[in-house]
């Protein structure tokens, strides 16, 4: 099954909702009671990444705290600070979403990210 990604438009409301899921488990680890809502969160996340459909499924990463350097292709970088070496990543605005149906495992979204050096 071939999706053709720029031009589906259920994939851009899907992405709307994990882009909010998201923001909603960044605020959430900000708070101090936060089970309830972690578990609520997980589950639609599982439910997007695992119980979909038999034909798609979504996989959301979170690359927080992970290396950068320019030749990466899943993320778009604001560099914060003056330097430019041993970037790693401060700050996610947006995840990375990949799509998957069957073979195909293909980003549908970069991540927006601030990076600084170590």
């Known amino acids: 099954m071939y999706i053709d990604l720029k031009l589906d438009k259920e994939v851009k409301k899907y992405l709307f ?3 909010q899921i998201f923001e909603i488990e960044k605020k959430v680890n900000r708070l101090e009671e936060r089970n309830s809502i972690n578990r609520n ?38 560099i914060s600070g003056n330097e430019s070496e041993n970037l790693i990543i401060v700050e996610v605005i947006k995840p990375i979403i990949r799509i998957k149906s069957g ?16």
């Open 17 to 19: 909702i994990l882009n």
């Open 41 to 78: 969160t997980k589950k639609l996340m599982e439910f997007f990444e695992e119980s979909m459909s038999d034909y798609i499924s979504f996989i959301v990463e979170n690359p927080i705290d992970e290396s950068y350097n320019e030749t990466r292709t899943d993320v778009e970088a604001s």
């Open 103 to 118: 073979k195909l495992n293909q980003i549908v979204q970069k991540a927006i990210v601030i990076v600084e050096s170590k």
